[in-house]
């Protein structure tokens, strides 16, 4: 096979059909490297046709799942809701696999040996599971952390370890010269398993506490002795776990409020036309069965025939380590291949690994064959778009374009996917997420966090470009929250002029400022178009929308209609991006987002407190307080059972409302200051209510205050302001012991007496009045430095003398 990088076809255009008209979206083809126009295989120019690579399902979906399947979830619904097309969307589940069976089959061996063994799981730890997992910190070292020595043991770990890998513990590179990467990540997972382990085998701790700590030990350890005697035809040992991902999968995906695939395939029931696709890739003579049962595609002969392969990444196709990953740690490593880079379409299965029939060997699909196969199955010889995460570019879809257009070409050339779609990876501190290096945070554990929410994470990657890296910064979370925040308070605003507008009904006279967010809002659509043409640029559209929310933020006096028609189309727009879970597109008046409406468990009690906080906050700024109307008005303004107090939600509502009802009639009684009524009513706002996850927003009389949830943009400003105040507090006490100490240093310097403030071992004669004469050594002081002691005298006499009279008065 050629060594060097060939150059590749010219991607071939697809023709737009005469009397059709198509938006001018340009998209980011991975195949040509440079945005072409979108041209659907649909001859009417109406549907489009799309197959993405959906996830290995052996372990709970990570953030950067989240930014492959949210970013294009992104995109699909632009192409749909927003030019229209319609689109026919396929993923697929890789229920089997290297990563599965190993995961699938050391679980299930784990499971068997936790129940061989006598004792509860709140019990001791049996001497069989200690004896056990030593052996299996002895199998670990060996395998993963070479350096050390074989006479390594839990007693001397701690010391041999930070021995030998100092530089890692240390956060450097093993070699000298180079700086810290992926391998040096890798053996700190390493490293933190055996001491885990070590830490579980030393402490005095119950059984089920053992397991946890030692699971990554045993797991390896009891496979390497028992693996091999899984029963092959028994599937369910590792399709428990796969159902148990799968499910997890989707429900981690509707609560990012990522669309559910119109069709969803898995590789397990798609076995048969696996075979049945491998049999006539052989019989175009690309492909080749190997002794052991194996069948590998053959790349030199694929390219001698015309055809080209690594066309997504050519510049890679010769890389080991890529091609190494890509065929999986079972593969047969003794197995004879025509070429070190043909990769596998069938794997024949080792003893231990699950199988089906074929007409080679009892074994299971390659990785790559299993998306040509079910992409081919749904959508047939032309796909639209094909997307996946930018890992996958090469070699799994440079592999399955390979052994796609050798099922489908009758000639020398066959275009099998038109558009290729890659998103960027997310990573932490420069490194993309992992599960081997375990820095992943599951997409779980982060919405479970206060800085995410489906929303947040979207907005998110919506101000980024989809084809780019996303860092996660502090920077990234400020503006998230920012973008966020501004259209909180715009819909606040417009959802109030809703609730309060009567439709058909003119609020007033258009005017100047009318004319300007009009124009405002035009500029924006124009914009925000311009933006999603050129390849779904939406960090475009997020600035033109942002934009027009400035614009509205400064206008004064815009009519409603105004007002409403600028927010539904933000409405719609937000709707589009999949920013609101309950949005509806085809709802043309809506307003707004879910999420800004208090809970209803609350609204019986909040919207009248605060009209009564209103109102006494506007007689205790009038000057003149009427403490009858005051007290007439807390116990008439706010319901004593509303309607909706029907549950247990509602009672802390109830208690605040209450309690402040009651400290009005009180402060009435005493004809208290308008301070204390308005300190009353900031702590309402500030304390009660706040503490409650409700902020109440005051605005200029007459117009009432605005009543809304607590965001993270009212969090992130009230703790800056928290942190202002108490830096000032802080300085503040910082001067305030400077003086102190200033003043009790000068306090303590007055008392000693002008006339015994020499008397030192410095000086050995003095005056009448204690000035130094001579010094140590009976040496006439100098007259220069006898007229400098003379001066501080005079003023050690000066302060002296005033102590003493503050003193004895």
Same mark, same amino acid.
């Given at each position: ?69 949210? /970013? ?136 089920? =506490?053992?397991?946890?700590?030692? #699971? ?19 599937? /369910? ?5 796969? =159902? ?34 491998? =049999? ?46 890509? #065929? ?12 070190? /880079? ?66 489908? /070409? ?369 040496? =006439? ?29």
């Amino acid at each position: 096979m050629a060594s060097t990088v060939r150059e590749q076809p010219p991607w071939i255009p697809p023709q737009v059909r005469p009397n059709v008209q198509l938006p001018p979206l340009k998209i980011y083809n991975s195949l040509t490297r440079r945005k072409d126009d979108f041209v659907p295989i649909d001859p009417a120019g109406k549907a489009a046709t799309w197959y993405t690579c959906g996830p290995t399902v052996y372990d709970d979906a990570h953030m950067g799942h989240a930014r492959n399947y949210m /970013s294009t979830d992104i995109l699909r619904r632009i192409l749909k809701d927003y030019f229209g097309f319609q689109v026919k969307y396929v993923m697929n589940i890789t229920d089997i696999d290297d990563k599965i069976i190993l995961r699938g089959r050391q679980h299930y061996l784990l499971e068997q040996f936790k129940q061989e063994q006598d004792g509860s799981l709140d019990g001791p730890v049996p001497e069989t599971v200690i004896t056990t997992t030593k052996a299996a910190v002895a199998h670990y070292i060996k395998k993963n952390l070479p350096l050390l020595s074989e006479t390594t043991t839990p007693e001397n770990y701690a010391t041999e370890s930070e021995k030998t890998y100092k530089k890692i513990y240390e956060g450097k590179a093993l070699e000298e010269g180079t700086l810290p990467g992926d391998k040096e990540a890798k053996l700190k997972v390493h490293l933190k398993t055996v001491s885990l382990a070590v830490e579980a085998l030393q402490s005095h701790t119950k059984l089920s =506490e053992f397991y946890i700590k030692t #699971e990554d030990i045993l797991l390896p350890y009891l496979d390497s002795l028992y693996g091999s005697s899984i029963d092959s035809n028994d599937h /369910s040992i590792f399709t428990r776990l796969t =159902e148990k991902f799968e499910k997890r999968f989707f429900e981690d995906m509707e609560a990012v409020n990522v669309l559910y695939p119109d069709v969803l395939t898995r590789v397990t029931e798609y076995v048969p036309q696996v075979v049945a696709f491998i =049999e006539k890739v052989i019989a175009s003579g690309f492909a080749y069965a190997t002794p052991d049962g194996s069948v590998y595609f053959d790349i030199d002969a694929f390219e001698k025939a015309g055809h080209d392969y690594a066309r997504l990444e050519p510049w890679n196709r010769n890389d080991k380590g890529l091609l190494a990953d890509a #065929e999986g740690s079972l593969s047969n490593k003794t197995t004879t291949k025509r070429n070190e /880079s043909d990769f596998a379409l069938w794997k024949a299965s080792k003893p231990g690994e699950p199988s089906w029939p074929s007409p080679w060997a009892p074994g299971r699909p390659g990785w790559h064959i299993e998306c040509s196969v079910m992409a081919s199955d749904v959508l047939g010889k032309a796909i639209d778009i094909h997307s996946g995460g930018a890992d996958l570019r090469f070699p799994h879809h440079d592999n399955e374009l390979a052994q796609s257009e050798a099922y489908w /070409s009758e000639g020398p050339r066959v275009q099998w996917v038109n558009y290729f779609i890659h998103t960027g990876h997310l990573s932490i501190q420069g490194m993309k997420m992992s599960k081997s290096l375990k820095n992943f945070t599951t997409i779980r554990a982060a919405l479970s966090q206060p800085q995410w929410s489906a929303r947040a994470l979207r907005v998110c990657f919506l101000l980024g470009a989809w084809e780019s890296g996303v860092e996660v910064t502090e920077d990234l979370l400020k503006g998230t929250t920012a973008w966020e925040g501004k259209l909180n308070n715009f819909f606040l605003k417009s959802k109030e002029i809703a609730n309060n507008h009567t439709a058909g009904s003119v609020s007033g006279t258009k005017g100047e400022q009318d004319t300007q967010l009009l124009a405002a809002l035009e500029k924006a659509k124009s914009d925000l178009h311009a933006g999603l043409c050129d390849s779904f640029n939406t960090p475009v559209a997020m600035r033109a929308i942002s934009d027009l929310v400035s614009e509205f933020n400064v206008s004064k006096g815009v009519s409603d209609e105004t007002v409403l028609e600028t927010a539904r189309w933000i409405t719609r727009m937000v709707t589009i991006f999949g920013l609101d879970a309950k949005g509806d597109l085809n709802d043309a008046n809506r307003v707004g987002w879910s999420g800004l409406d208090l809970p209803a468990s609350a609204q019986a009690y909040v919207y009248p407190v605060s009209r009564l906080r209103d109102q006494i906050r506007q007689m205790a700024r009038s000057g003149t307080v009427d403490y009858t109307a005051i007290s007439q008005l807390a116990d008439t303004s706010v319901p004593t059972s509303p309607p909706t107090s029907t549950d247990s939600a509602s009672n802390p509502y109830e208690k605040v409302t209450e309690r402040f009802r009651s400290d009005v009639k009180g402060l009435s009684t005493e004809k208290a200051a308008a301070k204390d009524l308005l300190d009353l009513c900031d702590q309402l706002r500030d304390t009660h209510l706040w503490n409650l996850g409700i902020y109440i927003e005051d605005r200029d009389a007459p117009i009432p205050a605005l009543v809304r949830p607590v965001d993270r943009s009212l969090q992130e400003a009230r703790a800056e302001k928290d942190m202002a105040a108490s830096a000032k507090l802080e300085a503040k006490q910082k001067r305030e012991a400077e003086e102190a100490e200033k003043r009790r240093l000068l306090n303590e310097k007055a008392k000693i007496s002008h006339l015994e403030m020499f008397k030192t071992p410095e000086y050995s004669a003095w005056d009448e009045n204690g000035v130094p004469t001579k010094d140590k050594d009976g040496e =006439e002081v100098a007259k220069n430095k006898r007229k400098k002691l003379v001066k501080e005298w005079e003023r050690q006499k000066k302060i002296h003398e005033e102590w003493l009279k503050s003193n004895s008065a």
